[in-house]
């Protein structure tokens, strides 16, 4: 599978962000460097992912006169890390949306199962007038992806108003979340190779929240 085969993912290709991202698959990066650069590639990718919101003409008054300028249509979008690792990549990201509520869906991988098990869900109360970015770093088999957008959809959330958000995608995880949400915008700063046995991505980075939080 390549990129060519997935018409909503978006691979952003930068020379500053792959820089980073071969910071964070070296197996020698300390955790500190792991998490500047995690925040870096994702305050990049912010202007990418953003680049769709729709914006209005308002007027306002600078010091030297009164004139027009574009403000987002619903203010800044809802971020909303799937946990434990969602965090890392969201601190990058609110920095720059710095007026963006964040809401948290926590989820553990069954390691027999390979399937999700939710232990958290803390969402803002206007789910349904905002844009939202689900933000993983992962995405491997999709399935906690596919969870946390099944249980906002669940909430009367219109898929067009999801997007999802990834440090490093394998093509069977984008292919379970495309197979039930066609239309769903997927961003990654990478698409890798494939899933090993145990389901974690090659070549990938290994666990994202282990390296981010030191355990």
Do not use: W
């Amino acid at each position: 599978m390549t990129a060519r085969n997935f018409k909503n993912l978006t691979v952003i290709s930068h020379p500053v962000i792959d820089d980073r991202l071969a910071v964070l698959r070296h197996i020698g990066t300390s955790q500190q460097d792991f998490k500047k650069n995690l925040r870096e590639i994702a305050q990049l990718m912010t202007f990418e992912i953003t680049r769709y919101l729709k914006t209005k003409e308002v007027d306002i008054e600078t010091p030297i006169e009164k004139t027009t300028a574009n403000r987002l249509t619903n203010g800044d979008p809802i971020i909303i890390p799937i946990l434990r690792a969602g965090l890392g990549l969201s601190e990058g990201i609110s920095e720059i949306l710095t007026n963006s509520p964040i809401g948290h869906i926590g989820v553990c991988r069954d390691e027999k199962t390979k399937r999700p098990k939710e232990y958290l869900v803390k969402l803002p109360s206007d789910l349904l007038d905002r844009e939202i970015l689900v933000v993983d770093p992962m995405l491997a088999t999709g399935y906690s992806a596919l969870h946390a957008i099944d249980l906002l959809v669940d909430k009367g959330v219109k898929v067009k108003n999801i997007s999802l958000t990834i440090l490093v995608a394998a093509p069977e995880g984008v292919q379970t979340i495309q197979d039930k949400y066609p239309d769903l915008k997927i961003y990654a700063a990478a698409l890798d190779r494939e899933l090993n046995e145990n389901a974690y991505i090659m070549p990938g980075l290994g666990d994202a929240g282990d390296r981010i939080f030191g355990t």
